[in-house]
Protein backbone atom coordinates (compact mmCIF):
# COMPACT_ATOMS: atom_id res chain seq x y z
CA UNK A 1 0.00 0.00 0.00
CA UNK A 2 1.39 3.47 -1.10
CA UNK A 3 0.03 6.32 1.10
CA UNK A 4 -0.12 10.23 0.19
CA UNK A 5 -0.55 12.96 2.20
CA UNK A 6 -2.26 16.45 0.17
CA UNK A 7 -4.25 19.39 0.35
CA UNK A 8 -8.03 19.17 0.07
CA UNK A 9 -9.06 22.31 0.37
CA UNK A 10 -6.19 23.73 2.25
CA UNK A 11 -6.51 20.69 4.51
CA UNK A 12 -4.34 17.91 5.03
CA UNK A 13 -5.79 14.48 3.82
CA UNK A 14 -4.55 11.12 3.08
CA UNK A 15 -4.66 9.31 -0.20
CA UNK A 16 -3.88 5.41 -1.43
CA UNK A 17 -2.61 5.07 -4.42
CA UNK A 18 -4.48 2.61 -6.79
CA UNK A 19 -2.18 2.98 -9.74
CA UNK A 20 0.68 5.19 -10.39
CA UNK A 21 -1.20 7.95 -11.60
CA UNK A 22 -4.06 7.54 -9.41
CA UNK A 23 -5.25 7.89 -5.88
CA UNK A 24 -8.54 7.31 -3.46
CA UNK A 25 -9.31 9.64 -1.11
CA UNK A 26 -9.30 7.90 2.49
CA UNK A 27 -11.77 9.73 3.49
CA UNK A 28 -14.12 8.81 0.41
CA UNK A 29 -13.01 5.00 1.21
CA UNK A 30 -14.22 5.20 4.95
CA UNK A 31 -14.81 8.63 7.01
CA UNK A 32 -14.22 6.95 10.33
CA UNK A 33 -10.42 6.71 9.16
CA UNK A 34 -8.00 9.59 9.98
CA UNK A 35 -7.36 11.99 7.39
CA UNK A 36 -3.44 12.74 8.67
CA UNK A 37 -0.51 9.81 8.97
CA UNK A 38 0.11 10.52 12.59
CA UNK A 39 -3.46 10.21 13.47
CA UNK A 40 -3.60 6.97 11.22
CA UNK A 41 -0.44 5.64 13.21
CA UNK A 42 -1.49 6.53 16.51
CA UNK A 43 -5.05 4.72 15.95
CA UNK A 44 -5.10 1.13 16.98
CA UNK A 45 -4.75 -1.02 13.49
CA UNK A 46 -5.20 1.77 11.85
CA UNK A 47 -2.87 0.57 8.71
CA UNK A 48 -4.95 -2.92 8.76
CA UNK A 49 -8.30 -0.70 8.61
CA UNK A 50 -7.03 1.53 5.46
CA UNK A 51 -5.77 -1.70 4.13
CA UNK A 52 -9.45 -3.14 4.71
CA UNK A 53 -11.01 0.18 3.10
CA UNK A 54 -8.51 0.22 -0.12
CA UNK A 55 -8.84 -3.34 -1.07
CA UNK A 56 -10.31 -3.24 -4.17
CA UNK A 57 -11.00 0.64 -4.85
CA UNK A 58 -10.13 2.51 -7.87
CA UNK A 59 -9.35 6.50 -7.99
CA UNK A 60 -10.61 8.72 -9.45
CA UNK A 61 -8.29 11.38 -8.63
CA UNK A 62 -5.52 11.86 -10.32
CA UNK A 63 -2.13 12.19 -8.46
CA UNK A 64 -0.82 14.93 -10.97
CA UNK A 65 -3.59 17.12 -10.01
CA UNK A 66 -2.90 16.77 -6.25
CA UNK A 67 -0.91 19.00 -3.95
CA UNK A 68 1.30 17.25 -1.75
CA UNK A 69 1.85 17.39 1.51
CA UNK A 70 3.94 16.54 4.40
CA UNK A 71 3.32 13.03 5.06
CA UNK A 72 3.26 13.75 8.54
CA UNK A 73 2.16 16.85 10.28
CA UNK A 74 3.93 16.80 13.30
CA UNK A 75 6.25 13.49 13.69
CA UNK A 76 7.59 12.83 17.00
CA UNK A 77 11.22 12.37 16.46
CA UNK A 78 13.14 12.80 13.53
CA UNK A 79 16.18 11.03 13.74
CA UNK A 80 18.98 10.74 11.01
CA UNK A 81 22.15 8.73 10.78
CA UNK A 82 25.39 10.31 10.02
CA UNK A 83 28.54 7.84 7.74
CA UNK A 84 26.38 5.14 7.62
CA UNK A 85 26.93 4.47 4.16
CA UNK A 86 30.62 2.60 3.73
CA UNK A 87 31.19 4.65 0.22
CA UNK A 88 30.22 7.75 2.27
CA UNK A 89 32.83 6.83 5.08
CA UNK A 90 35.52 6.78 2.19
CA UNK A 91 35.06 9.58 0.40
CA UNK A 92 34.87 11.63 3.52
CA UNK A 93 38.06 10.31 5.24
CA UNK A 94 36.67 10.14 8.71
CA UNK A 95 36.13 7.67 11.09
CA UNK A 96 33.09 6.22 12.78
CA UNK A 97 32.44 3.84 15.25
CA UNK A 98 31.56 -0.11 13.72
CA UNK A 99 29.73 -0.70 17.38
CA UNK A 100 27.36 2.33 17.63
CA UNK A 101 25.77 4.64 15.01
CA UNK A 102 26.01 7.92 14.86
CA UNK A 103 22.63 9.65 15.09
CA UNK A 104 21.42 13.56 15.27
CA UNK A 105 18.20 14.76 15.14
CA UNK A 106 16.41 17.43 12.99
CA UNK A 107 13.61 19.79 13.28
CA UNK A 108 10.47 19.18 11.70
CA UNK A 109 10.53 23.43 10.15
CA UNK A 110 13.59 22.17 8.41
CA UNK A 111 11.25 20.18 6.17
CA UNK A 112 9.26 21.10 3.07
CA UNK A 113 6.80 19.01 1.34
CA UNK A 114 7.73 16.79 -1.90
CA UNK A 115 8.23 19.49 -5.03
CA UNK A 116 7.85 22.35 -2.75
CA UNK A 117 11.44 24.28 -3.02
CA UNK A 118 14.31 23.50 -0.93
CA UNK A 119 16.33 27.10 0.04
CA UNK A 120 19.72 27.42 -0.50
CA UNK A 121 21.52 29.96 1.72
CA UNK A 122 22.83 33.13 0.73
CA UNK A 123 26.50 32.75 -0.61
CA UNK A 124 27.75 35.34 2.05
CA UNK A 125 26.17 32.79 4.55
CA UNK A 126 27.24 29.49 3.45
CA UNK A 127 28.12 28.04 -0.55
CA UNK A 128 28.20 24.06 0.65
CA UNK A 129 24.36 23.27 0.27
CA UNK A 130 24.76 19.00 -0.56
CA UNK A 131 22.09 16.84 -1.58
CA UNK A 132 21.83 13.40 0.80
CA UNK A 133 19.49 10.96 -0.57
CA UNK A 134 18.51 8.42 1.85
CA UNK A 135 15.77 5.82 2.57
CA UNK A 136 13.24 7.06 5.71
CA UNK A 137 11.82 4.67 8.15
CA UNK A 138 8.38 5.78 9.87
CA UNK A 139 8.36 3.61 13.20
CA UNK A 140 4.06 2.51 13.34
CA UNK A 141 4.40 0.62 16.68
CA UNK A 142 5.62 2.25 19.67
CA UNK A 143 8.60 -0.05 21.65
CA UNK A 144 11.17 -0.20 24.21
CA UNK A 145 14.36 -2.39 23.85
CA UNK A 146 13.33 -4.33 21.14
CA UNK A 147 15.13 -7.14 19.86
CA UNK A 148 17.04 -6.78 16.85
CA UNK A 149 15.05 -9.72 15.14
CA UNK A 150 11.79 -7.99 15.87
CA UNK A 151 12.85 -4.49 15.02
CA UNK A 152 10.86 -4.91 11.84
CA UNK A 153 7.58 -5.98 13.10
CA UNK A 154 7.43 -1.66 14.26
CA UNK A 155 7.96 -0.13 10.73
CA UNK A 156 5.15 0.87 9.62
CA UNK A 157 6.73 2.12 5.98
CA UNK A 158 9.41 3.36 3.80
CA UNK A 159 9.47 7.01 2.06
CA UNK A 160 12.76 8.84 0.19
CA UNK A 161 14.49 11.11 2.23
CA UNK A 162 16.28 14.56 1.16
CA UNK A 163 18.23 15.07 4.17
CA UNK A 164 19.81 18.22 2.45
CA UNK A 165 22.87 19.93 4.49
CA UNK A 166 24.87 22.99 5.06
CA UNK A 167 28.65 22.09 5.53
CA UNK A 168 30.06 25.26 6.66
CA UNK A 169 27.94 25.00 9.48
CA UNK A 170 27.98 21.28 10.42
CA UNK A 171 31.37 21.58 10.76
CA UNK A 172 31.11 24.41 13.27
CA UNK A 173 31.53 22.27 16.48
CA UNK A 174 31.04 18.44 17.31
CA UNK A 175 27.49 18.35 16.92
CA UNK A 176 26.14 18.81 13.38
CA UNK A 177 23.38 20.43 14.65
CA UNK A 178 22.23 23.93 12.23
CA UNK A 179 24.20 22.22 9.53
CA UNK A 180 21.48 19.84 9.68
CA UNK A 181 18.70 21.80 10.25
CA UNK A 182 18.30 25.02 7.82
CA UNK A 183 15.01 26.12 7.61
CA UNK A 184 13.42 24.65 4.50
CA UNK A 185 16.44 22.59 3.34
CA UNK A 186 15.40 18.89 3.01
CA UNK A 187 12.33 16.84 2.10
CA UNK A 188 10.81 13.54 2.59
CA UNK A 189 7.77 11.82 0.31
CA UNK A 190 6.59 11.22 -1.97
CA UNK A 191 4.49 8.69 -0.54
CA UNK A 192 4.77 6.15 2.57
CA UNK A 193 5.22 2.59 1.22
CA UNK A 194 3.99 -0.24 4.04
CA UNK A 195 6.66 -2.44 5.31
CA UNK A 196 4.81 -5.68 4.16
CA UNK A 197 4.86 -4.45 0.53
CA UNK A 198 8.33 -3.00 0.22
CA UNK A 199 9.88 -5.91 1.95
CA UNK A 200 13.47 -5.75 3.18
CA UNK A 201 15.73 -2.34 2.60
CA UNK A 202 18.84 -4.48 1.54
CA UNK A 203 17.25 -5.49 -1.17
CA UNK A 204 16.64 -2.09 -2.97
CA UNK A 205 18.85 0.70 -4.01
CA UNK A 206 18.83 4.41 -4.04
CA UNK A 207 19.79 7.10 -7.21
CA UNK A 208 19.86 10.82 -6.75
CA UNK A 209 19.96 13.38 -9.39
CA UNK A 210 20.86 16.62 -9.93
CA UNK A 211 19.55 18.70 -12.96
CA UNK A 212 18.96 14.87 -14.29
CA UNK A 213 22.41 14.25 -13.53
CA UNK A 214 22.87 11.07 -11.22
CA UNK A 215 25.52 12.26 -8.43
CA UNK A 216 24.41 9.23 -6.26
CA UNK A 217 23.47 5.18 -6.82
CA UNK A 218 23.79 3.05 -4.30
CA UNK A 219 22.49 -0.21 -3.40
CA UNK A 220 21.34 0.22 0.51
CA UNK A 221 23.17 -3.01 1.85
CA UNK A 222 26.27 -0.78 1.60
CA UNK A 223 24.75 0.25 5.17
CA UNK A 224 27.24 0.52 8.30
CA UNK A 225 24.17 -0.01 10.83
CA UNK A 226 21.03 -2.13 9.18
CA UNK A 227 16.87 -0.89 10.21
CA UNK A 228 16.72 -3.47 12.09
CA UNK A 229 20.22 -2.48 14.40
CA UNK A 230 19.12 1.16 14.28
CA UNK A 231 15.58 0.72 15.91
CA UNK A 232 17.32 -1.39 18.03
CA UNK A 233 20.07 0.84 19.53
CA UNK A 234 17.34 3.59 19.63
CA UNK A 235 14.69 1.95 21.54
CA UNK A 236 17.70 0.94 24.61
CA UNK A 237 17.24 5.27 25.35
CA UNK A 238 13.74 5.62 24.86
CA UNK A 239 10.04 4.05 23.68
CA UNK A 240 9.96 4.68 20.04
CA UNK A 241 6.46 5.96 19.36
CA UNK A 242 4.56 6.22 16.38
CA UNK A 243 4.88 8.71 14.09
CA UNK A 244 8.98 8.70 14.34
CA UNK A 245 11.36 9.07 11.52
CA UNK A 246 14.97 7.89 10.63
CA UNK A 247 17.10 8.87 8.03
CA UNK A 248 19.12 5.99 7.44
CA UNK A 249 22.50 7.98 6.13
CA UNK A 250 23.79 8.88 2.80
CA UNK A 251 26.06 6.89 0.34
CA UNK A 252 29.11 8.56 -1.52
CA UNK A 253 28.64 10.80 -4.36
CA UNK A 254 29.71 9.87 -7.85
CA UNK A 255 32.79 11.32 -9.74
CA UNK A 256 31.26 14.09 -11.06
CA UNK A 257 32.30 14.66 -15.37
CA UNK A 258 34.50 17.64 -16.27
CA UNK A 259 30.58 19.04 -17.87
CA UNK A 260 26.97 18.75 -16.58
CA UNK A 261 23.85 18.25 -18.82
CA UNK A 262 23.76 21.67 -19.53
CA UNK A 263 27.25 22.10 -20.28
CA UNK A 264 28.73 24.21 -17.49
CA UNK A 265 31.94 23.54 -16.13
CA UNK A 266 31.81 22.16 -12.62
CA UNK A 267 35.59 22.19 -11.28
CA UNK A 268 35.28 25.03 -9.73
CA UNK A 269 32.82 23.78 -7.61
CA UNK A 270 34.38 20.67 -7.20
CA UNK A 271 37.37 22.36 -6.18
CA UNK A 272 35.57 24.19 -3.20
CA UNK A 273 33.88 21.24 -2.11
CA UNK A 274 34.85 19.77 0.68
CA UNK A 275 33.40 16.06 0.06
CA UNK A 276 35.20 14.90 -3.32
CA UNK A 277 32.52 14.12 -5.85
CA UNK A 278 30.15 16.42 -4.53
CA UNK A 279 28.37 19.12 -6.96
CA UNK A 280 26.33 21.70 -4.64
CA UNK A 281 22.61 22.52 -4.93
CA UNK A 282 22.38 26.06 -6.21
CA UNK A 283 18.95 28.44 -6.79
CA UNK A 284 17.28 27.34 -10.26
CA UNK A 285 18.59 23.40 -9.63
CA UNK A 286 16.01 20.13 -9.62
CA UNK A 287 17.28 17.46 -7.58
CA UNK A 288 15.50 13.78 -7.42
CA UNK A 289 15.85 11.04 -4.89
CA UNK A 290 14.56 7.90 -6.42
CA UNK A 291 14.78 4.36 -4.27
CA UNK A 292 13.35 1.38 -6.11
CA UNK A 293 9.77 1.06 -5.28
CA UNK A 294 9.16 4.37 -3.42
CA UNK A 295 9.05 6.57 -6.20
CA UNK A 296 11.09 9.72 -7.52
CA UNK A 297 11.02 12.55 -4.64
CA UNK A 298 11.60 15.72 -6.29
CA UNK A 299 11.84 19.16 -5.17
CA UNK A 300 13.67 22.73 -7.16
CA UNK A 301 16.30 24.58 -5.36
CA UNK A 302 15.45 28.23 -4.92
CA UNK A 303 17.88 31.19 -3.22
CA UNK A 304 17.15 31.99 0.47
CA UNK A 305 16.43 35.88 0.99
CA UNK A 306 19.37 37.96 1.74
CA UNK A 307 21.35 37.73 4.68
CA UNK A 308 19.40 40.35 6.84
CA UNK A 309 16.85 41.02 10.00
CA UNK A 310 13.62 39.56 9.36
CA UNK A 311 11.02 39.60 11.98
Known sequence: MRIISYLDGGTPSLGVLTSDTTFAAVHELDSKLPRTLDALLAKKKGLAKLADAAKGATGKHKLADAKLAMLLQQPHAFWALALNFKTHIQETG????????????????????PNAPLVAPPPDVARA???????????????????IERAL????????????????????????????????SGSYGPWLMTADEFGDPATHSLITRLNGVVRQQAPLDDMLFSVAQVINYLSVGYTLQPGDVIAMGTSGALPPA?????GNDLSAQVRKNPIPGTVHMKAGDTVEVEITGLGVLRNPIVADLPNEYRH
Do not use: M
Open 94 to 113: LTTSDVHPQIFLRVPWSFVP
Open 129 to 147: FDYEGELAVVIGKSGRHIP
Open 153 to 184: EHVAGYCACNEGSVREFQRHNRQFGLGKNFEH
Open 258 to 262: PDDAA
